[in-house]
């Protein structure tokens, strides 16, 4: 077991003895205890520093993750906008080109005018 020597002034050394009698202990063992007490502390202390340290990344992260997703929503509403007005363009492309078949197709179809005839005038006998 590592072995700590100290120089502790004798007033610090008149109340430790003090202490370790009246808790009926040796002085190294009172020293050992208030270290583990004092190294107790310090952890929670730091403990809770590093929860409320993670703690706020945590927020600055689910912040971020907020935004990201109303980026996200937004995108795709445009998207979606974008679609919509991408199958009218379409469906109007459509219409367009089916017109043009048909002028098209009446453009080449032979055109068969009736003819007109010239008819005889017969005279109608009276009776």
């Known amino acids: ?31 050992k205890f208030m270290i583990n007490k004092g190294l107790e502390e ?9 929860e409320v340290e993670l703690e706020g990344t945590l927020k600055l ?13 937004l995108m795709e509403l445009r998207l979606r906008e974008q679609e919509i007005k991408f199958k009218e363009y379409i469906d109007n492309i459509e219409s367009k ?3 043009l078949e048909l002028a098209i197709q009446e453009v080449q179809e032979p055109v068969l005018e009736p003819e007109i005839l010239k008819t005889r005038h017969v005279r109608k006998q009276r009776i």
């Open 42 to 50: 310090l952890r929670q202390r730091i403990g809770k520093q590093q």
């Open 97 to 99: 080109i089916s017109d």
């Open 61 to 73: 992260i689910l912040a971020s993750i907020e935004k990201v997703e109303k980026k996200m929503a």
């Open 1 to 31: 077991m590592p072995t700590i020597h100290l120089s502790l002034p004798e007033g610090v050394y008149r109340e430790l003895r003090k202490y370790a009698d009246y808790m009926g202990v040796q002085i190294t063992d009172l020293v």
